[in-house]
């Protein structure tokens, strides 16, 4: 299908409440016709459930933390990042554009799939787009982004994004593309600084529903609608912000010297402490060990220390590595549980209480594991957990926060009233409309990557996390 392609529009930080609101208010008509010619669905994103990182399933039909981006901020025990960053990684902030490097070379992007026919507009996850169809390259694109975010303005935000969806739009009609993919950050921003369903976040709605409508009026108008497919995502929700339990400093209060952005000079720092969202953090330990160690080993060291930290209301979930693919999680009053992986099959085994309230399972498949859990307090969680945790970078110890708590409070922009990442449903869960009925029906975000390959008749890799929904694969 040569002449077919697809365009992605991520609504960054949208979740199923306020699509479905504006949908109901009539506030947002492309968006509501685009749903009744398809289809409107929840699906789960994946953890950390953080901007950048959400885009990598979408992006590569891979988990993040096994394809080597355990989150937004993460430390390297194998020393490979630079000492004078104290081998931390942050993409908040000049080191972005790393995260193509932290990939893992064995995957492969639509864009590379695809070719030199790809357009991107704050697509995080750059490889195979050309550069001079990354629209928000230049001097003068950065120099709002870096304004934008140390005011922590949302509003300069939505101007910038505002005159690149222009260019979005009018790049999609000029090149006959195959593939493109834009993001808005805009509702994010004002999610974080006034709350999910503040006057900012409904704007930047507004915007996504524009370019929508656009898109699609400018492809029936010259012929293509018929062979375009046009989706519209989020990556993760939002939940209100009642309290900062800072990680990092009530880590130090403890006594011990924490390592944590944006201060990681090389020191003799006892933990690094690596928080996404804000509402999820990996801890690290042993920190001049290069390789791993189980938690079995590290906890007689450790369970203490790190007690202060963990025994508080805004910590929900815990999770540690037991060695191989086994992950022990427990949560504050509902006792612990091991998730086990192996070829492809999940277990789920109580051992003094149920932290992710779901019955025990053996060995089912990733589509069976997600529907065990689709309808708890945590979907997907044994699969993200079991994709996670025991990944080379993630962190010693992988904590989400309870509902209404984040876990960083001192050098933010702005005091978040809005929070992300973590394992709950208000961030896991996610809309997803698109153009067209699905055959499948779409579980997950990673599910986006093969139904893209399917649209444009692009052969599927080996080995992908995702299933496609516009036709039946035996591969699945």
């Known amino acids: 299908m040569t002449d077919a ?40 994103t994946v953890f950390p459930s953080v901007t950048g990182v959400g885009y990598i399933p979408m992006l590569t039909g891979r988990f993040p933390g096994a394809v080597g981006v355990p989150g937004l901020r993460w430390y390297d025990r194998s020393r490979g990042l630079p000492w004078w960053l104290g081998h931390a990684r942050s993409y908040v902030g000049p080191q972005l554009r790393r995260i193509d490097d932290d990939l893992a070379g064995s995957v492969r992007t639509i864009p590379e799939l695809v070719g030199e026919r790809s357009l991107g507009m704050q697509a995080v996850i750059t490889r195979g787009i050309p550069r001079h169809r990354q629209l928000e390259r230049g001097a003068r ?26 260019r979005f739009v009018d790049r999609v009609r000029r090149d006959r593309l195959r593939f493109g993919f834009a993001a808005f950050l805009a509702g994010d921003k004002a999610a974080h ?5 503040s006057p900012g976040a409904r704007r930047s709605l507004h915007l996504v529903d524009q370019v929508v409508g656009r898109l699609r009026e400018d492809a029936e108008r010259d012929g293509r609608w018929p062979a375009m497919h046009l989706w519209v995502v989020s990556d993760h929700g939002h939940s209100r912000v009642a309290g900062h339990h800072d990680l990092a400093d009530v880590l130090r209060d403890a006594g011990l010297k924490v390592r944590s952005h944006p201060w990681t000079l090389p020191d003799r720092s006892d933990v690094a402490v690596m928080v996404s969202g804000n509402s999820m953090a990996h801890v690290y330990l042993e920190l001049a060990s290069p390789a791993r160690l189980p938690w079995p080993v590290l906890k007689p060291r450790w369970e203490a220390r790190l007690q ?17 693919s086994e992950v022990e999680v427990w949560r504050r009053g509902h006792g612990s549980a091991v998730i086990a992986s192996r070829d492809g099959a999940y277990s789920y085994r109580p051992l003094d209480g149920d932290p992710l309230g779901v019955d025990a399972f053996e060995g089912v498949g990733a589509l069976e594991a997600h529907e065990r859990t689709r309808d708890s307090s945590y979907p997907d969680a044994v699969v993200q957990l079991a994709a996670l945790v025991p990944s080379d970078r993630a962190g010693d110890v992988t904590i989400s926060a309870a509902p209404g708590w984040d876990l960083r409070r001192r050098y933010e922009p702005v005091e978040h009233a809005s929070s992300h990442g973590g394992l709950h449903r ?4 996610v809309p997803l409309i698109v153009g067209c009925r699905p055959v499948v029906t779409p579980r997950r975000t990673v599910d986006l990557f ?25 591969s699945d």
């Open 5 to 44: 392609s697809v365009i992605i529009v991520v609504a960054d930080g949208l979740g199923p409440a306020a699509l479905d609101d504006a949908l109901a208010r009539g506030d947002v008509p492309a968006l509501a016709s685009l749903r009744d010619a398809g289809g409107r669905f929840d699906v789960t």
């Open 141 to 166: 694109i950065a120099a709002h982004v870096v304004h934008a975010h140390l005011a922590g303005d949302p509003d300069a935000w939505a101007g910038m994004e505002q005159r690149l969806a222009e």
């Open 193 to 197: 600084a006034n709350g999910p369903d």
């Open 308 to 324: 202060p930290a963990l025994d508080h209301d805004a910590i929900d979930l815990v999770a540690v590595w037991r060695g191989t």
């Open 426 to 429: 208000a961030h896991m869960e």
């Open 450 to 474: 093969p139904s893209v390959l399917q649209a444009l008749g692009i052969r599927r890799p080996d080995r992908l996390d995702g299933t496609g929904f516009l036709q039946v694969d035996a």
